[in-house]
Nanobody, 120 residues
């Protein structure tokens, strides 16, 4: 089973920046897509940004131009650079990845979540 471990969350003032990291710890043959979702209190989990194996990206309209998703294939790590943060970006951010392990088993995994709090 592929485990995802997130880091980089915290408290930041509005206008500030944070970079989230997500490391996939297992033998991975290929990753089809990795992404970041977020869930604010009382709201449904929503996609913030996603990155597919061919390099295509998809961003929520609310974060486009402020957030950048990137990946280090050698480290099985995906990043989310968040700039110009707003109080409405406050949420628990979850990493998500899907692909195939070296044992040729498909996987779809979630991280445990990391809290991002933006103060006004």
């Amino acid at each position: 089973q592929v485990q995802l471990v997130e880091s980089g969350g915290g408290l930041v003032q509005a206008g500030g920046s944070l970079r989230l990291s997500c490391v996939a710890s297992a033998s991975i043959f290929s990753i089809k897509a990795m992404g970041w979702y977020r869930q604010a209190p009382g709201k449904q989990r929503e996609l913030a940004a996603a990155l597919t194996s061919d390099g295509s990206t998809n961003y929520a309209r609310s974060v486009k131009g402020r957030f950048t998703i990137s990946r280090d294939n050698a480290k099985n790590t995906v990043y989310l650079q968040m700039n110009s943060l707003k109080p409405e970006d406050t949420a628990v951010y979850y990493c998500n990845a899907g692909g195939t392990t070296t044992l040729q088993r498909d996987f779809l995994s979630w991280g445990q979540g990391t809290q991002v709090t933006v103060s006004s």
